[in-house]
Nanobody, 115 residues
């Protein structure tokens, strides 16, 4: 069974940093597509950043220059380093993975940016 477990969310002041982690099943190899999505209250879930293989990454405009997605293929962890956080980054952040035609989601971790 494929599992994705996020951690690292919390309350942070504007301008602060957080690093989200997503511990995943080993079956999700480095070749598979993984991503971070987020969903703010009353909004649709949106893509934040994605990674496939070691260096193919994508960032939504909202996070360019501030967020960095990476993966540790030995520890089976996906990361999202978030710097210069803004109140509009407040949302539940979800880890996502695809294996062939199947899609998997984590349970989400809350990020709140507020003074």
């Amino acid at each position: 069974q494929v599992q994705l477990v996020e951690s690292g969310g919390g309350l942070v002041q504007p301008g602060g940093s957080l690093r989200l982690s997503c511990a995943h099943s080993p079956i999700i190899s480095s070749n598979y597509f993984m991503a971070w999505y987020r969903q703010a209250p009353g909004e649709q879930r949106e893509l934040v950043a994605s990674i496939q293989s070691a260096e193919i990454t994508y960032y939504a405009d909202s996070g360019k220059g501030r967020f960095t997605i990476s993966r540790d293929n030995v520890k089976n962890i996906l990361y999202l380093q978030m710097n210069s956080l803004k109140p509009e980054d407040t949302a539940v952040y979800y880890c996502y993975a695809t294996i062939v035609l199947s899609q998997y989601w984590g349970q989400g971790t809350q990020v709140t940016v507020s003074s």
